[in-house]
């Protein structure tokens, strides 16, 4: 059974969903509000998490930029699986963590390889609206975030996730903003769709040196066509001829495949490392 509540502010009409459980502590607490964005002339739907203790304290948060938020919060129609993200954060909230705001972007299934990628894909038909996505993400979202909500603003306590596109997308926020995204993770990025400039931008130390990256994929994560492991420890190894190694964590997983679950199961490692 869910509750929904209607609020309202400045900028933005807010829905506060909270899902009823066996456990009150263990709700989930999330709200979803509409943003339009005039670089992509697009209006995307936003899901923002708030740490537990937000309410009853007047402390001030990192931020994590995450994509596909359809599957971060809630499993969506026609998928199986969903990330966890807000009870995994509860849980390491109970544990001593301090907690993280974080800004989930909805995508499109028929937009999101257009707005992930930096570049065109020819073979693919598809990419190159990346630099506009990021547009938005920097300087219309996240001021909007920033004047409603206590947020840490700064680059060290700014972070961009994402998986398989989205993962594509957070390298690109390292690589296009720097003085805005200091951290990124990337669950199982899709990097093989703009191949080429990830390595070349990676290569000419386009990252930041003090960033910090986190990355995952799994071994079984290829076909004929596309090898993850192979793309991703690929761009790993040219971040870390730079980056000093404790502020890049990078792991082929045995048992890694190309699905939520896996991306799940790894994100309290992420937030961990990175935070």
């Not at 005039?38 to 537990?52: F, G, M, Q, R, S």
Request: proline share 4%.
């Amino acid at each position: 059974m869910k509750y929904i509540k209607k609020l309202v502010f400045p900028c933005l009409a807010l829905i506060l969903v909270l899902s009823s459980c066996k456990d009150e502590e263990d709700k989930k607490s999330y709200l979803t509000f509409d943003v339009y964005s005039p670089e992509l002339d697009v209006t995307k739907t936003i899901w923002l998490y708030l740490p537990a203790d937000y309410q009853t304290t007047e402390k001030e948060y990192p931020v994590v930029y995450f994509q596909d938020a359809q599957w971060v919060f809630e499993k969506p129609e026609g998928y199986t699986q969903e990330m966890h993200v807000d009870e995994n954060l509860r849980a390491l909230e109970k544990e001593g963590f301090e907690g993280v705001i974080v800004v989930g972007i909805q995508s499109n299934e028929e937009t999101r390889a257009d707005e992930f990628s930096l570049y065109a894909n020819s073979s693919l038909r598809a990419g190159g609206k990346g630099q506009q996505y990021l547009d938005f993400m920097v300087h219309t979202l996240k001021p909007n975030i920033d004047s409603l909500y206590r947020t840490k603003k700064d680059r060290s306590n700014t972070a961009i996730m994402g998986a398989s596109l989205g993962g594509l997308a957070a390298f690109y926020g390292l690589t296009q903003y720097p003085e805005v995204f200091g951290k990124a993770a990337l669950f199982s990025a899709a990097l093989h769709f703009n191949s080429d400039s990830v390595l070349s931008k990676a290569s000419h130390k386009l990252v930041m040196e003090d960033a910090r990256v986190f990355g995952v994929v799994g071994k079984n994560e290829l076909n004929s066509e596309v090898n993850f492991p192979a793309d991703n420890e690929a761009l790993f190894k040219a971040l870390t001829k730079y980056i000093p190694s404790e502020n890049v964590n990078f792991t082929i997983h045995e048992d890694g495949e190309h699905k939520i679950w896996f991306w799940e199961r790894e994100f309290p490692s992420a937030v961990l490392f990175l935070f």
